[in-house]
């Protein structure tokens, strides 16, 4: 028997287990609250040999994806599969929210350096003005490590496919309402290990990208550690 629940949000414009929910402060793990799972997700009723029924929850997962990165390298969900990683969306010709989303994602790079296992998918909307070439140059200009952090790109479709049905996160194409071309999600995704979503906080909030490491941290120090 199984039954869908559905769990914290839809297209995002609000934020998802972030900063007002945490009652750690610096780091600490001894008042832990396990980050929600993000998304649908099944719940399987399971009988043991005794009768006895419990309940099996299958959480969200991200789909397989595949994308190439500025340099030309594939890179699948394989790539991240047992890694902790934070995905967004965003183009180079951005106006508006994309250069404030890509500071704050320098600074969540920086703050969680120590991090070894840590990786960052950032997914360009517009792969017809975004190259691979144009994506190096926009790394250069903006003195992006891509030490972990990766700037992907594939068709328009597949990545906004990815962003809306995989991530949970809006993105319109509409020339005449957005500069640039495209209204997007400005939230950052928190994936675990297991490609669940566990958090999603506003990219362009210092206070929200200062949550997501320290949830980052907290994580794998009490789930994984």
């Given at each position: 028997?199984?039954?869908?629940?559905?769990?914290?949000?839809?297209?995002?414009?609000?934020?998802?287990?972030?900063?007002?929910?945490s009652?750690?402060?610096?780091?600490?793990?001894?008042?832990?609250?396990?980050?929600?799972?993000?998304?649908?997700?099944?719940?399987?009723?399971?009988?043991?040999?005794?009768?006895?029924?419990?309940?099996?929850?299958?959480?969200?997962?991200?789909?397989?994806?595949?994308?190439?990165?500025?340099?030309?390298?594939?890179?699948?969900?394989?790539?991240?599969?047992?890694?902790?990683?934070?995905?967004?969306?965003?183009?180079?010709?951005?106006?508006?929210?994309?250069?404030?989303?890509?500071?704050?994602?320098?600074?969540?790079?920086?703050?969680?350096?120590?991090?070894?296992?840590?990786?960052?998918?950032?997914?360009?909307?517009?792969?017809?003005r975004?190259?691979?070439?144009?994506?190096?140059?926009?790394?250069?200009?903006?003195?992006?490590?891509?030490?972990?952090?990766?700037?992907?790109?594939?068709?328009?479709?597949?990545?906004?496919?990815?962003?809306?049905?995989?991530?949970?996160?809006?993105?319109?194409?509409?020339?005449?309402?957005?500069?640039?071309?495209?209204?997007h999600?400005?939230?950052?995704?928190?994936?675990?290990?297991?490609?669940?979503?566990?958090?999603?906080?506003?990219?362009?909030?210092?206070e929200?990208?200062?949550?997501?490491?320290?949830?980052?941290?907290l994580?794998?120090?009490?789930?994984?550690?």
């Amino acid at each position: 028997m199984k039954q869908i629940f559905y769990v914290g949000c839809l297209l995002i414009f609000a934020s998802c287990g972030s900063s007002g929910d945490s009652e750690t402060t610096e780091g600490s793990s001894d008042n832990y609250k396990p980050l929600p799972y993000l998304g649908f997700h099944d719940v399987d009723i399971v009988t043991d040999e005794n009768g006895n029924q419990r309940m099996d929850s299958v959480y969200y997962q991200v789909p397989d994806f595949e994308f190439l990165n500025q340099d030309s390298v594939t890179i699948t969900n394989k790539d991240v599969d047992g890694h902790v990683y934070v995905a967004n969306f965003f183009f180079t010709s951005c106006p508006h929210i994309c250069p404030s989303m890509m500071e704050h994602m320098k600074r969540l790079q920086e703050n969680t350096s120590d991090i070894e296992e840590l990786v960052i998918l950032s997914h360009t909307i517009d792969p017809e003005r975004d190259s691979l070439a144009k994506l190096r140059e926009y790394i250069k200009e903006r003195e992006i490590d891509t030490r972990n952090w990766h700037l992907l790109y594939n068709e328009r479709e597949y990545t906004h496919y990815m962003g809306i049905e995989g991530y949970m996160l809006s993105i319109v194409e509409s020339e005449e309402e957005a500069d640039g071309g495209f209204l997007h999600s400005e939230y950052f995704v928190l994936v675990d290990r297991d490609r669940h979503i566990r958090g999603m906080y506003n990219g362009t909030v210092t206070e929200e990208v200062d949550q997501m490491a320290e949830d980052i941290r907290l994580l794998i120090e009490n789930e994984y550690d």
